[in-house]
């Protein structure tokens, strides 16, 4: 990637051959007191990590995988909207080489229903990781209609480093706006809700559940109708759309 990327404030990039997962080793620079606006890229990952304990591959040399570490003024409370905010960043940045990307609460961005991003936020006792994975250029996915890539939606190759700077660009916008103006992001990501109106299961605190997306609340979280009437639902694993 040969562009000179101008980096928004405050962000300042680190680049690194080889990692664990950059979420784990940005977390140790984190607590050596670095300070917000650390961008970690890993070139390789040894042991990317998806949300639930999954793994998360990334091919050397085709795929963005980095993290970014804040130092939030915001109250812990209103932390897990960080994930809405990330999702609504990355979303927009890709719309910068394709048409609209869809965010799959909370925050799996995608394609006409194949995933081309994940993100997964850690919080540590005062400060939030970020870490955002992006199929870039890989042309091949085990399961061609799970997964996409920018390169196989555009038809072309296409640069790392503007995809990066794209989402950082939004990422210092939105990751202010988790207080205030929240609302403007709620707006964002409700126009890119692909669970809206669909039926969907899910678990819940081991419990098997199931209704209707009604849409987004506004605390940011899932409006699900559960045996008629309509819960907010804040965290769960994984929500699978019924075919
Ligand atoms: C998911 O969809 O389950 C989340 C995937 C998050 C992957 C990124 S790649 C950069 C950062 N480092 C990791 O180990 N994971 C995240």
Redesign the pocket.
């Known amino acids: 990637d040969e562009i000179a990327i101008l980096l928004p404030d405050p962000y300042r990039i680190l680049w690194r051959e080889k990692v664990t997962?950059?979420?784990?080793e940005i977390r140790i620079l984190a607590g050596q007191g670095m300070s917000e606006g650390l961008v970690l890229i890993?070139e390789e990952?040894t042991?990317?990590?998806?949300?639930?304990g999954?793994a998360?591959f990334?091919p050397k040399g085709e795929n963005l995988?980095?993290?970014v570490l804040l130092r939030p003024r915001a109250p812990k409370h209103l932390w897990s909207r960080f994930s809405l905010a990330t999702g609504l960043a990355v979303a927009e940045g890709l719309e910068r080489f394709l048409p609209m990307a869809a965010i799959k609460w909370p925050n799996?961005v995608l394609i006409d229903d194949r995933?081309i991003a994940?993100?997964?936020v850690e919080a540590g006792a005062d400060f939030v990781i970020i870490?955002?994975?992006i199929n870039v250029n890989p042309e091949k996915f085990p399961d061609e209609l799970l997964a996409t890539s920018l390169k196989k939606e555009c038809d072309r190759e296409i640069s790392r480093a503007e995809v990066l700077l794209e989402v950082l660009k939004r990422l210092a916008k939105y990751s202010g706006r988790i207080e205030s103006d929240f609302e403007e992001l709620l707006d964002g990501v409700r126009q890119r809700c692909a669970l809206t109106g669909k039926q969907v299961k899910f678990l819940q605190g081991g419990n098997h559940r199931s209704g209707r997306v009604k849409g987004i609340g506004s605390s940011g979280e899932l409006l699900v109708e559960l045996n008629g009437s309509i819960e907010g639902i804040i965290q769960a694993d994984e929500v699978r759309v019924c075919s």
């Open positions: 997962s950059t979420n784990d890993g990952q042991a990317g990590r998806g949300r639930r999954a998360w990334s995988a980095f993290s799996d995933k994940g993100i997964l870490g955002i994975g």
